[in-house]
T-cell receptor, first 114, second 109 residues
Framework: KAGVTQTPRYLIKTRGQQVTLSCSPI?????VSWYQQTPGQGLQFLFE???????NKGNFPGRFSGRQFSNSRSEMNVSTLELGDSALYLC?????????????FGQGTRLTVV | DQQVKQNSPSLSVQEGRISILNCDYT??????FLWYKKYPAEGPTFLIS?????DKNEDGRFTVFLNKSAKHLSLHIVPSQPGDSAVYFC????????FGTGTSLTVIP
């Protein structure tokens, strides 16, 4: 079956702009989580959506938001981009959540803010 | 506050030898742990997991050991192969994954 698909793969934006990233989970998976990866920081949790509801949220400013659609596809939006937002953004899908199970990651979207 | 720590940013091992990657955690409530492998420009790939009711889980060349009293887990790769060269992340599972900062493994042919 198809894996987790993230689009676009690469993105270059200017400071102050906004950006929307997309994630299509594995068919049948209802939980989608988003992570930010920067050098030396590992993967930092942004938020998790389950059945169109944000279930958990990490310690990121309100400029980072997301949503999930009825087909479980999820989007992440970052407004008023800052240079420090340059990172690899990864989404992970799982059946019902990350407790006691593995999640499957997409290839990520590499965002560069200039 | 980093609840999962990988204190070795990098590790080099000769092909055929054992690779041991270490991970420490601070929250004693964590009860499920995972290892992911990541190549550049790709997303992390699940490798192996362990529940806190076990102290060892084995899958082919990969074995994960869990020492709950020390809040420590390790991943052993035997024998190491050049294709194992990647960044390895350990993670603790809860309502989110808590990831370590990763260890870059280089297996030298």
């Amino acid at each position: 079956k198809a894996g987790v698909t993230q689009t676009p793969r690469y993105l270059i934006k200017t400071r102050g702009q906004q950006v929307t990233l997309s994630c299509s989970p594995i068919s049948g998976h209802r939980s989608v989580s988003w992570y930010q990866q920067t050098p030396g920081q590992g993967l930092q949790f942004l938020f998790e959506y389950f059945s169109e509801t944000q279930r958990n949220k990490g310690n990121f400013p309100g400029r980072f938001s997301g949503r999930q659609f009825s087909n479980s596809r999820s989007e992440m939006n970052v407004s008023t981009l800052e240079l420090g937002d340059s990172a690899l953004y990864l989404c992970a899908s799982s059946l019902v959540g990350t407790a006691n199970t593995e999640a499957f990651f997409g290839q990520g979207t590499r965002l560069t803010v200039v | 506050d980093q609840q999962v720590k990988q204190n070795s940013p990098s590790l080099s091992v000769q092909e055929g030898r054992i690779s041991i990657l270490n991970c420490d955690y601070t929250n004693s409530m964590f009860d499920y742990f995972l290892w992911y492998k990541k190549y550049p420009a790709e997303g992390p790939t699940f490798l192996i997991s362990i529940s806190s009711i076990k102290d060892k889980n084995e899958d082919g060349r990969f074995t994960v050991f869990l020492n709950k009293s020390a809040k420590h887990l390790s991943l052993h790769i035997v024998p190491s192969q050049p294709g194992d060269s990647a960044v390895y992340f350990c993670a603790a599972s809860g309502n989110q994954f808590y990831f370590g900062t990763g260890t870059s493994l280089t297996v030298i042919p």
